[in-house]
């Protein structure tokens, strides 16, 4: 099993910035990548951005050049640093882990982009 706990979401204005955080335990070491998904309200769970093993990253089209995906393997925890935010934006934002044993999500952190 293993547990992801994000924090770090909140209101901001368009423009601004804002740095998410997902702290994982338990099977840490079963985990061979680790992500950000968002839901809209009304709209589908989407990926945002993905971080391999090997330090690999995936963008979304729409958060390229403004979204930075990074890892901290002593601690842990996988960092969403989000720029330039917009109103389409606004999303909770899910962290998962990707194991051979399972796909597990945290509680999600709300975004609210606006002015």
């Known amino acids: 099993q293993v547990q992801l706990v994000e924090s770090g979401g909140g209101l901001v204005q368009p423009g601004g910035s804002l740095r998410l955080s997902c702290a994982a335990s338990g099977s840490i070491r079963s985990i061979n990548g680790m992500g950000w998904h968002r839901q809209a309200p009304g709209k589908q769970r989407e990926l945002v951005a993905t971080?391999?093993?090997?330090?690999?990253?995936n963008y979304a089209d729409s958060v390229k050049g403004r979204f930075t995906i990074s890892r901290d393997n002593i601690k842990n925890t996988v960092y969403l640093q989000m720029n330039s935010l917009n109103s389409e934006d606004t999303a909770v934002y899910y962290c998962?882990?990707?194991?051979?044993?399972?796909?597990?999500w945290g509680q999600g952190t709300q975004v609210t982009v606006s002015s």
């Open positions: 998962n882990a990707v194991s051979p044993i399972g796909v597990y």
């Open positions: 971080i391999n093993n090997g330090g690999r990253t």
